[in-house]
């Protein structure tokens, strides 16, 4: 077996550190456990063939654009599916259940953009430019984007649900 590349232990270092956030903004765009650690894996694996390449200023957008193209990726081909009344893993959260599954079917209702710009802002917690970016758009738009899918997000969470 040879040797590790030299910049093997930087890549560890930057995997173990954004793991969980990745996995955080990717399940808040999919809305899956599994499909977000598919993107996961899959951006992991994409930063790990290219990280000899990537800047070292720019690994955290670079990184981020990945994961977001990855999962808008991701959302196309799910797109066909049939989405659930229920989130299967809800178990694992000790808030409101009910709450957390209006919010998982108000997400749903979005945009595969509407909820990357959401999580990114909101989940990552990332000021306007570096969204700005990771999605590759001007400020004004990402901050317009992010207003009008708050707007739909609160529409779709006080709309009355069918059959209930």
């Not at 390449?53 to 990945?66: G, L």
């Amino acid at each position: 077996m040879g040797r590790a590349p030299r910049w093997e232990p930087e890549y560890c270092a930057f995997f173990e550190a954004r793991q969980r956030s990745f996995m955080r903004t990717s399940y808040a765009m999919l809305g899956s456990w599994a499909a977000a650690e598919d993107a996961t894996q899959q951006t992991f694996t994409a930063l790990y063939t290219r990280w000899p390449r990537i800047s070292a200023d720019k690994v955290e957008a670079y990184a981020r654009r990945v994961l977001v193209n990855t999962c808008l990726s991701v959302w196309r081909a799910r797109k066909r599916e049939v989405l659930r009344d229920e989130v299967p893993d809800r178990s694992a959260y000790a808030g409101d259940h009910d709450q957390r599954l209006a919010l998982m079917a108000a997400l749903a209702q979005l945009s595969a953009r509407d909820r990357a710009v959401l999580a990114l802002r909101y989940l990552e917690d990332l000021p306007v430019a570096e969204v700005a970016e990771v999605l590759g758009l001007p400020a004004g738009t990402v901050k317009s984007q992010t207003s009008r899918a708050l707007a739909r997000l609160q529409s779709a969470m006080t709309e009355p649900t069918v059959g209930r």
